[in-house]
T-cell receptor
Framework: GDSVTQMEGPVTLSEEAFLTINCTYT??????LFWYVQYPGEGLQLLLK?????DKGSNKGFEATYRKETTSFHLEKGSVQVSDSAVYFC?????????????FGRGTSLIVHP | EAQVTQNPRYLITVTGKKLTVTCSQN?????MSWYRQDPGLGLRQIYY???????DKGDVPEGYKVSRKEKRNFPLILESPSPNQTSLYFC???????????????FGSGTQLSVL
């Protein structure tokens, strides 16, 4: 079945550092890929998405490129801020026998220090 | 404002006492679903619905029921809650993108359930 693997956290960085959170996936079809962010005490929010190979999703300074050859969708940001501290979830959405069942990674906690 | 509304935000109950967590969305989405979030396990889907009167099991449906009588509402029912259902629950909704198979999920703020 489909699966998503994310690097384990927490990831701890200083403000203005470069961020990479790795995400790889397995899927039988051609999934859409997503990054969601969960701020403390809140529900998940869509951060960015990509629907086909080589697409780059971007939002709020975050970027991720859909790499079909390596089945990856790594999240990057050039300069993190304290306000980026949150849990980040990589996810895929694919049709399975006509049903749409998203698959989430376990989440990676990011802590940014001033 | 487009939103998914869950109630209650916090709930403490005892084993065996039936409860319902409500979920409502105002975006006319076809797709709605319930998830539970547990430390170290991430997000797991309980049930989903692709339209009115159409529901199906997710990955962890045991001990839960749902109904979809109206497009906007998708309540989660625990007929006889047990302590292992203590968790953080999220409702989500989305349009169905038939071309890409993608779901752009909008999440509620969550319901923290404790079963004693």
């Amino acid at each position: 079945g489909d699966s998503v693997t994310q690097m384990e956290g927490p990831v701890t960085l200083s403000e203005e550092a470069f961020l990479t959170i790795n995400c790889t996936y397995t899927a039988t079809g051609y999934p859409s890929l997503f990054w969601y962010v969960q701020y403390p005490g809140e529900g998940l929010q869509l951060l960015l998405k990509a629907t086909k190979a080589d697409d780059k999703g971007s939002n709020k300074g975050f970027e991720a490129t859909y790499r079909k050859e390596t089945t990856s969708f790594h999240l990057e940001k050039g300069s993190v801020q304290v306000s980026d501290s949150a849990v980040y979830f990589c996810a895929l959405s694919d049709q399975r026998g006509g049903s749409y069942i998203p698959t989430f990674g376990r989440g990676t906690s990011l802590i940014v220090h001033p | 404002e487009a939103q998914v509304t869950q109630n209650p935000r916090y709930l403490i109950t005892v084993t065996g006492k039936k409860l319902t967590v409500t979920c409502s969305q105002n975006m006319n989405h076809e797709y709605m679903s319930w998830y539970r979030q547990d430390p170290g396990l991430g997000l797991r889907q309980i049930y989903y619905s692709m339209n009115v009167e159409v529901t199906d099991k997710g990955d962890v449906p045991e001990g839960y029921k749902v109904s979809r009588k109206e497009k906007r509402n998708f309540p989660l029912i625990l007929e006889s809650p047990s302590p292992n259902q203590t968790s953080l629950y999220f409702c989500a909704s989305s349009f169905l993108d038939a071309e890409t198979g993608g779901l752009k999920l909008f999440f509620g703020s969550g319901t923290q359930l404790s079963v004693l």
